[in-house]
């Protein structure tokens, strides 16, 4: 079994920081791409940032040059460097990652979400 657990969210005023923590814990051979989702009350789910294993990154371009997101392999974690935030910011935030957990078995995993409030 291989399970992602998220940290680091929570209530933060406009123009503030966070630091959004996920770690892959389980059997695991290897992982691809980690990336960060988003998804806000009433609206769809939406990629924020990924990560591939050499470190390529790619980013919405509602948060270029806000947020970092940046991969410890050695850990198997992924983390979300948000600045400057912004109260649209506001949403539930999930970690994703391509694990390999034997081999041809391939798994598309999800964490279980951890919310982050901005506001005033």
């Known amino acids: 079994q291989v399970q992602l657990t998220e940290s680091g969210g929570g209530l933060v005023q406009p123009g503030g920081s966070l630091r959004l923590s996920c770690a892959a814990s389980?059997?695991?051979?290897?992982?691809?791409?980690m990336g960060w989702y988003r998804q806000a009350p009433g609206k769809e789910r939406e990629l924020v940032a990924t990560?591939?294993?050499?470190?390529?990154?790619n980013y919405a371009d509602s948060v270029k040059g806000r947020f970092t997101i940046s991969r410890d392999n050695a850990k198997n974690t992924v983390y979300l460097q948000m600045n400057s935030l912004k109260p649209e910011d506001t949403a539930v935030y999930y970690c994703n990652a391509g694990i390999w957990v034997g081999v041809g078995r391939w798994k598309n995993t999800w964490g279980q979400g951890t919310q982050v409030t901005v506001e005033s």
């Open positions: 990560i591939t294993s050499g470190s390529s990154t």
């Open positions: 389980g059997t695991i051979f290897s992982i691809d791409t």
